[in-house]
């Protein structure tokens, strides 16, 4: 089984497995040498554009840059080579559509904490909501 690590800028990632590089987080300054070549990012109304070349160094990384307008998404960047040049490709983004997802508060608003003799009254009463989950205390 691969090893997966995310790993700070600057360290290195040991060989096989999966190293993922963040090369911008989106919360400071960006420093352009550590984002890819030609990939811009906004940072305080002001715009940087990578200048990190794809080499082959960079081959067998997934290097994660920050979306300005969400840091908590990523773009994921990989080196390939094209043509015989090594070239910096987009893989895609972090990004996941949780639509139609329940979210927490909506699952937390269907938990019901009762004891023994209040749930068998909901029983007795026909009043137990499927949509529901009890949780019943012995006390």
């Given at each position: 089984?691969?090893?997966?690590?995310?790993?700070?800028?600057?360290?290195?990632?040991?060989?096989?497995?999966?190293?993922?590089?963040?090369?911008?987080?989106?919360?400071s300054?960006?420093?352009?040498?550590?984002?890819?070549?030609?990939?811009?990012?906004?940072?305080?109304?002001?715009?940087?554009?990578?200048?990190?070349?794809?080499?082959?160094?960079?081959?067998?990384?997934?290097?994660?840059?920050?979306?300005?307008?969400?840091?908590?998404?990523?773009?994921?960047y990989?080196?390939?080579?094209?043509?015989?040049?090594y070239?910096?490709?987009?893989?895609?983004?972090?990004?996941?559509?949780?639509?139609g997802?329940?979210?927490?508060?909506?699952?937390?608003?269907?938990?019901v904490?009762?004891?023994?003799?209040?749930?068998?009254?909901?029983?007795?009463?026909?009043q137990?909501?499927?949509?529901?989950?009890?949780?019943?205390?012995?006390?």
């Amino acid at each position: 089984m691969a090893v997966t690590t995310l790993y700070p800028f600057g360290q290195s990632a040991p060989i096989g497995g999966s190293s993922y590089i963040i090369a911008w987080d989106g919360t400071s300054e960006p420093v352009v040498a550590n984002i890819p070549y030609g990939v811009t990012v906004t940072y305080n109304s002001q715009q940087y554009t990578g200048t990190m070349n794809a080499t082959s160094s960079t081959m067998g990384s997934i290097y994660l840059v920050a979306q300005s307008s969400n840091p908590d998404i990523k773009d994921m960047y990989i080196t390939a080579v094209s043509n015989g040049a090594y070239v910096w490709t987009k893989m895609g983004s972090s990004s996941i559509d949780l639509t139609g997802y329940a979210t927490e508060a909506w699952v937390e608003a269907r938990d019901v904490d009762l004891t023994v003799a209040q749930y068998e009254a909901l029983v007795q009463a026909g009043q137990v909501d499927p949509d529901k989950r009890y949780f019943v205390d012995e006390e």
